[in-house]
């Protein structure tokens, strides 16, 4: 098959720290090419020098046999080179078909006639999302399938998807496998980054593994296992570890810190009512919609609750009600965003500065001195202590592979000393490695006796960290049962019937 993208013996430096180096790689056409890696591993560098993003800092890059150096994404997007970030790069001010057809604008547009346009074309890439919405309004599962759309209608000959199946349920991820099939029979050449490994054997037709930025393996995915892989990104088997070790029996029922009877908020939340108790992790599953991560927001302050008849929260049995986080974080309630690019960090500044205003959220004085000493001391300890990994004390946030980014998140949550924790999708693009160390971190901290609650639309996860398991459907907690009573078949069919 012929190449539309090569590399020869490519490098890419920040500060002159190697992202990759002495990278072989090729890309051809009507392919699936899966990109595999820990975080870290320079995946997202390597395809965002083929976007035009970056420029290679040494090597050749090749497209369509003739030597490159995009200068920006939209030279990219003249030579048919689109990409879908792992965060969503919408407009959110815009509705969804404003931003399908954003840069492809006709001379004179009419609303309506782009509305339906824009529905007959996401029903038929089989994404249930409203065309008039506005980006704004849209969850982060219905903003991927809105970027994926923005991809296609571009009619791109290389399309790079990272980690597109993270928030999707699994009729949306077997729409999604359907329509990347239909482009590759069209001769587009596809990009594939992911950190679900059977995804990658399942759908690609060959797989490069990347290792602290150097090639590790290539070659056609049938040659590939998942032990194989694994070995090939971290250097070693964690075929035993990944996921964590389920445990054969649930911790046993601490003090119950969390009381909820008939939360209600708007149409997201109706009459949910459930517990949460002292050193026991509380898993929370449910489809996409079905008001997980809602119920949680209102419980730490972020969303507010129907002011009457919105129900009852107890803390320790104390009645509380949270209009913003603030308070929630002094009572030792800490809620761990699922989208770290909107709400989890400030992208311009550092991981130690990130982490320093984490710890003066919690200072009872509004007026605290601000030291850069004190926030490159907590990016060291925090550092050690998360396995994180900087191309320097001075590099901003967004610089940060995803996996990084997601444990200055969680490091900034813990600072704040809490007593009740919840992590919303805490391993959304996340390498196998950092899996294995948030999953045992979520251990520690319930051994530690805290009240630990994980929302996750992942069923391996939820049944590999939770001592208990409540499922919600429509709103509402609909179904509660012991992680080691349960199996995957109970679980959805609880969250879909």
């Keep these: 098959m012929e190449n539309i993208v090569e590399f020869r013996n490519a490098t890419k430096t920040f500060s002159g720290i190697a992202a990759f180096r002495d990278i072989d790689f090729t890309l051809r056409k009507g392919e699936i090419h899966a990109l595999l890696g820990e975080n870290g591993a320079g995946k997202s560098t390597l395809t965002k020098v083929i976007a035009g993003v970056y420029r290679p800092t040494s090597g050749k890059m090749l497209f369509d046999g003739r030597e490159v150096s995009f200068g920006s994404p939209a030279e990219g997007l003249r030579n048919g080179v689109v990409m879908v970030f792992q965060e969503t790069n919408l407009v959110p001010a815009m509705t969804v078909a404003q931003n399908i057809y954003l840069g492809d604008e006709k001379a004179f547009n009419r609303l309506r006639g782009l509305y339906i346009e824009a529905r007959q074309f996401l029903v038929g890439m089989g994404f249930q999302v409203d065309p008039t919405a506005q980006v704004s309004t849209l969850g982060a599962a219905q903003k991927q399938m809105v970027e994926i759309a923005r991809a296609v209608h571009h009619k791109a000959r290389v399309i790079i998807f990272d980690e597109p199946t993270a928030t999707l349920t699994p009729e949306e991820k077997r729409h999604f496998f359907s329509l990347i099939d239909r482009l590759k029979k069209q001769g587009t050449a596809i990009v594939f980054i992911t950190h679900a490994l059977e995804e990658a054997l399942q759908v690609a037709d060959r797989i490069t593994v990347l290792r602290d ?285």
Excluded at 255 to 274: A, D, H, I, T, Y
Excluded at 428 to 437: F, K, L, M, P
Excluded at 456 to 479: C, F, N, Q, T, W
């Design 213 to 497: 930025g150097e090639l590790a393996a290539t070659g056609d995915a049938k040659d590939f296992t998942r032990a194989s892989v694994v070995q090939a990104m971290v250097g070693r088997n964690l075929t035993e570890t990944l996921h964590g070790a389920r445990r054969r029996e649930p911790r046993p029922y601490g003090e119950k810190v969390l009381s909820v009877e008939n939360l209600s908020c708007g149409s997201m939340v109706r009459n949910s009512s459930f517990s949460v108790f002292g050193g026991q992790v509380t898993g929370i599953f449910g489809l996409v919609g079905a008001g997980r991560s809602e119920m949680a927001k209102v419980v730490a302050g972020v969303l507010k609750r129907d002011f009457l008849h919105g129900g009852e929260i107890r803390l320790n049995g104390n009645p509380v009600r949270y209009r913003v986080p603030r308070p929630a974080m002094r009572d030792g309630i800490v809620y761990v965003t699922e989208d770290r690019k909107v709400d989890g960090f400030f992208e311009t500044m550092t991981a130690g500065q990130n982490l320093l205003l984490g710890e003066l959220s919690k200072a009872a004085n509004p007026v605290t001195p601000v030291s850069m000493g004190r926030a490159v001391e907590l990016a060291r300890e925090w550092g050690e202590r998360l396995q994180l990994k900087q191309i320097s004390d001075r590099a901003r946030m967004i610089e940060l592979s995803g996996g990084n980014q997601q444990k200055v998140v969680i490091a900034k949550s813990l600072i704040q000393e809490p007593k009740l924790i919840i992590f919303d999708e805490p391993t959304r693009g996340v390498d196998v490695g950092a899996i294995v160390e948030i999953h045992k971190l979520i251990h520690d901290l319930a051994d530690q006796g805290l009240a630990v609650v994980v929302i996750s639309s992942y069923l391996p996860e939820i049944m590999a960290v939770s001592d208990r398991i409540l499922v919600a459907k429509r709103g509402r907690v609909v179904e509660e049962m012991l992680a080691s009573e349960a199996d995957e078949a109970a679980i959805m069919f609880a969250a879909v019937h």
